[in-house]
């Protein structure tokens, strides 16, 4: 009787067993530092250069009034042999040269500034005899501009300047057409040389620099990506401003800049938005990258994944799993427990109670503990588990069962495809919200219009805090002038 108690007292290590649970991991979720590069265009309205064209150049370029004026000079003839020489005719020219309106428009890389203008011309008192003969004329001005860009944001403009007759300025004199295109010519020389001096003053004075200014301060700033758990933000620092050239089209000059920045991911408490420092010399980028990058992560927390578990195995054990050597045995789940463990690992631990078919009050109970490194192929949310390793907590002498159960593939695969699951909902969800955080941003007058094309993922990591997706974005930004109104 000794003997079989004491064997039996000594048998309750075989009957129960109890192991420790993988150990917790402590560190923190790392996000890689990413770049962004914002190539976008500057749309600034010429409407203010062609009003101060306006302003710049006169309506009534000039004045004619020369009484007594050599209107048709002598001529010699010889009639019969004779030599005869006409009398100088002459009369009182009088007359004005306008301006029309100003165009501007944009076609290419050329500012295009048209002017149009009219003569009105009169001959008075002619020779005494005809008291006036009229003459209207038009003219046309075009000038092209070309602009560069200096290293202190300055611009300049190269113009090139032509002008033609429409209509010339003429009259019919005694039968005889007299024009006065010469004299308008050199005139005319001195309207197009003030108008190249105005447009390129007006070109100096676009003053680039002071529409960059906001763009680059505002770049220092903090974006919510997702509110709560877990908070998660998105830190930019630009780090330098490159100009890749310009094009112009009807009323509009759209310059063409790209924005590198830092990107960094923080999990957590919000972050201090990165001191802005002064907008950095103008730097050519006619060849480099363009669009939008972004390093952001889909974060799983544990917390968050345990019910998602948990929910997948009740629905699993509605029907009998199939164990090899044991035949069919059937199964319910009592609680999940998730954690990250050493070595980038995750520790799934899961209580339940496994049965033959219709032998409820034989089961056996206890928790199954999985360690394995979550895996999966690039750009997928598939999630597989790879070196997973089991230890059984149970209070039978029936843990093989629940082992044998947890290390069918169709028990790991209904944990995997909730896992799975939970990605996807989470990945098009964090989508959705970086969409919403970086896709209409409001910079004073300006607005920020991004578009995500395209996005990869890169390979599942198990941290101590949660299960981290490593996701790169690419899309388009553009930067709109789009001044406040008043009531705003």
Known sequence: MALAVTFLLAGCSLFETEVEPPPRATDPIEVPDGSSTVTANINIDLTDLRRALEREVPRRLWSLNQPGAEC????????????????TIKCDLTGQVTRGSLTLSGEGRDLVVTMPIRATLAAKD??????????????????????SVDDDWSTRGRVRIRYHWTEPPAVELLGQKLTFASEADGRLARVVRNLEQSLQAEIARLDLRSQLEPVWESGFTVLSLNRKNPPVWLRLTPSALRYKGYSASHDTLAVKMRLDATTQVFVGDRPEPSPATPLPTMSDDADGAEGVMLALPVIAQYSEIEPVVRRALEKRAERAIALPALGDRMFAPRSVTAYGTTGNRIALGVEFEAWKPGKRDDAASGTVWLTARPSNASNSRKVAFLEPDYLA???RFSSNVLLEIAKTRDFSATIEDALTQNFESDYRELLQKVDRAIERQRIGDFEVVTQLDKVSTGSLKAYGEALVLPVSAQGTAQIRYAPRSDAD
Do not use: D, W, Y
Request: zero cysteines; glycine letters at 4%.
């Open 126 to 147: 002619i020779a005494g005899i005809i008291e006036q003969e009229t003459a209207n004329a038009r003219a046309r001005v075009s000038a092209r501009v070309r602009l």
């Open 393 to 395: 907590e149970t209070s």
């Open 72 to 87: 048709i000079a002598s001529q010699r003839t010889e009639v019969i042999g004779i030599a005869l020489k006409s009398p």
